[in-house]
Structures are given as C-alpha cells and as structure tokens.
C-alpha cells in the first residue's frame, strides 16, 4: 500500500540553502525568531520572537509617555503649557525596550548562522558518506540500520519505499531531486513511478548486499521527500 512521506521522521528533515537563505533574510531584515520559527527552530524562535515583541512593546510605552504630555486634552484646547516630560521613565522604557529588541535580533543572528552552516553541512552529507569504502553489512547492522528508516521494509537484500505525491509534477520533482543526489554518491536505486507513486529500491550490486551506503542514501531520500 502507498505509504505518504510523514514528518515522524527520527532525524530532523534536511534544512535546504533556500529554506535557510529565507529565514536568515526574515530573522535579520524583518522580525527577529519568525524565521527561525519557519525553520523549524521552535524553542529558539518563540524566545526571540517574544524579546523582539517586549521591546517594541517597551519602546511604545516609552514613545507614549514622551508625546502624551504634548497632546493630553488640556494642552491642545487652551493655552496652557504642556506637562513636564519625566525623562528618566522615557529613558528607562526606550532602553529597555531597545535592549531586549538588540538581544533578539543577536539571538537570531547566531540561529541563522546555524541554520546556514547546516544547510550547507547537509549539502555535503552525501560526499562524505559516499566517499569511504562500503562493505556488507552483516544481519544485526542491518537489523540496526532498519531502525533509522523505519518506513523502508527488507525485502531479501533490498530495502524499498513507496512515497506518494499530490501529482505527478511533484512525483517527478522528487525523482529529479533523488536522481542528482544518486549522482553524486554515484550510487543508483530502482525508480519506478506510477502517476502520483514514486518507489525507490537500494541495494549494492558490488558489495553482494546492503550496505550502509543503501541507508545513508535512504535517509537522506527521506529528507528530500519533506521539502
């Protein structure tokens, strides 16, 4: 039976340069923690997001207490002078509320940092993976290894998957997107697509079994199908 991509993935899926180009643009030109947020960094971007909003919070009550001696009801229907500004509760609300805002934004900084370092960290997984020799792997690493990509059954010395798309388009968005990752591991699996169903079969031909190169590959075509 077709079985849908899930996010119940155990790893974290795979953080892709444009998702994180776009967080990082909104984290530091538009609101500090919202693109963290829509990077999947929960903890992280609710606590910048909640700094940012306090201290434009505070930065209004500052703006307020400044402007509202200027335009109380008194002052703008007679002659009368304004009320004097008390610059110390002004001062104190503008730099506070200045403070927690320049923490959030840091705070963001550093996890956009993050996010593009991983982004390109995870662009380079495949390579080292790839790159070391591969050798059969004997029955309890398989058993371990089938742990990790729980959607993947054995069959004999293959292990398949069945992702299931909205449309075709989208199948073969993916099929494009596995076939350049294969390309560059130089490791193929068994495509076949039937409208909206894509199923990918690994196996390594040359080590007369799996390898770990089979569900490294897996993986990492787990991570793709959550893009």
């Known amino acids: 039976m077709p079985m849908k991509p899930s996010s119940a993935n155990p790893r974290r899926p795979a953080l892709s340069r444009a998702k994180a180009r776009n967080a990082t643009f909104v984290n530091l030109l538009a609101t500090p923690g ?5 990077a999947g960094r929960w903890l992280a ?9 306090a201290g434009f919070a505070l930065m209004l009550v500052g703006f307020y207490k400044l402007m509202v001696p ?3 009801l008194g002052s703008m229907f007679n002659d009368s002078q304004p009320r ?4 110390k509760i002004v001062t104190i609300f ?7 805002f320049a923490l959030s934004w840091i705070w963001s900084l550093f996890t956009s940092l993050s996010l593009l370092r991983e982004a390109s960290d995870d662009n380079l997984t495949p390579v080292k993976i790839f790159t070391a020799g591969q050798v059969k792997l004997d029955e309890p690493q398989i058993q371990a290894a089938l742990a990790s990509v729980p959607q993947w059954p054995r069959h004999g010395e293959v292990i398949a998957r069945v992702f299931q798309f909205k449309d075709f388009p989208a199948a073969m968005q993916f099929v494009n997107a596995v076939a350049a990752l294969a390309e560059q591991a130089q ?36 991570a793709l199908s959550l893009r």
């Not at 919202?34 to 829509?38: I, N, T, V």
């Open 34 to 38: 919202l693109g963290s947020l829509m």
């Open 187 to 222: 490791h193929h699996p068994d495509i076949d697509v039937r409208w909206n169903n894509v199923t990918l079969a690994f196996t390594t031909h040359d080590a007369g079994g799996l390898t770990e190169k089979d569900f490294a590959l897996a993986r990492q075509c787990d």
């Open 84 to 87: 004097p500004v008390n610059w």
């Open 70 to 72: 200027y335009y109380s």
């Open 45 to 53: 971007g609710g606590g910048q997001l909640f700094l940012a909003l």
């Open 94 to 100: 503008g730099v506070a509320g200045a403070g927690l």
